[in-house]
């Protein structure tokens, strides 16, 4: 019989306040739920004329744009990053998450690269953005693993562009080998995995290894993860779910809910509104860790 909405809710309150280690999963979704507007409203007035112009349905398609010159490209991208990574504040429901979890043994790993879990107060130290960073720039070609901040970058372009495009001058320019920059997004095999990426990567695989296994109780709660990069979170937090029958996988998804038949009975999923269920959980804290 399918468990109401309340008893799922306790189930897995308890989880939370039992389990040794818990580990954060996020992707889209969870931005999504937020508030950050990739598709509605805020989008159409914020990109009204790209919208009239390309006929962008979203501004997750027109980051694949094939732009024909880098002033137009740039000019696209810095309203992009400008209006996801450096105008928006912590989102409250990025907050939430960090007051659930912020006196307890926990580590994120997201998909995206707006951001919002270091605004929201995170131990940088605890975070693998496996991604990227919208805030950070690379060689188009990845000629060296550096990164940079294009915060200056962007500021300029936005106050110089002009009919969806801006002067050659203010398109950023690789310091190395002299040809185009791009934004630090894993799109392509260009991807630049710099010294703190691989210590990150590093941190976040010491941190599995150690809580994992059979006799730990780690708690994997997963945010908005579709099936766009399924690899990265989904399938190894199901794989870890199977392998270790003390894990609890909290799954949070409106869209794709279900998971393995073998793991079905150490799965708590929730359709229901994330902000709502993130409030709920709060509860976990009366609760004493057995």
């Known amino acids: 019989m399918k468990k109401t909405y309340e008893e799922r809710l306790e189930e897995a309150r ?7 280690a818990i ?15 990739y598709s509605g409203p805020e989008f159409r007035k914020e990109f009204a004329d790209y919208i009239e112009k390309y006929g962008f349905p979203d501004l997750y398609t027109s980051s694949f744009h ?41 580590f994120v790993i997201t998909t995206n690269v707006d951001a919002q879990f270091r605004k929201a107060g995170f131990d940088p130290q605890r975070l693998f953005e496996v991604q990227g960073d919208y ?21 300029e372009i936005l106050e110089h562009s002009h009919d969806l ?17 791009d934004v630090h997004v894993r799109k392509n095999g260009y991807f630049v995995q710099d010294e703190a990426w691989e210590e990150s990567a590093a941190r976040y695989e010491n941190f599995m290894n150690r809580y994992a296994d059979n006799s730990q109780r780690i708690v994997l709660l997963e945010l908005g993860i579709g099936y766009n ?30 998971g393995p038949a073998e793991t ?27």
């Open 135 to 155: 805030g950070m720039m690379q060689c188009a070609t990845g000629c060296h693993p550096k990164l940079y901040s294009d915060k200056e970058a962007v500021k």
């Open 229 to 258: 990069t399924p690899g990265i979170i989904r399938f190894p937090f199901e794989r870890i779910v199977f392998g270790n029958p003390e894990a609890t996988l909290i799954r949070l998804n409106s869209e794709y809910p279900h």
């Open 165 to 181: 495009t801006v002067d050659s001058k203010y398109v950023p320019v690789c310091p190395v080998c002299g040809g185009n920059m």
């Open 23 to 37: 580990v954060i999963g996020a992707g889209a979704g969870l931005s999504a739920a937020a508030g950050l507007d």
């Open 66 to 106: 094939d732009f024909p010159t880098e002033e137009e490209r740039w000019a696209r991208w810095a309203r992009h990053i400008d209006y996801i990574r450096f105008r928006p504040d912590a989102m409250p429901l990025y907050r939430e998450l960090y007051d659930l979890v912020k006196d307890r043994n926990y």
């Open 264 to 290: 079905a009975s150490r799965t708590i999923a929730f359709t229901e509104n994330m902000s709502k269920v993130v409030a709920g959980l709060e509860g976990y804290r009366n609760q004493s860790k057995k």
């Open 14 to 20: 308890s989880r939370l306040a039992s389990a040794d």
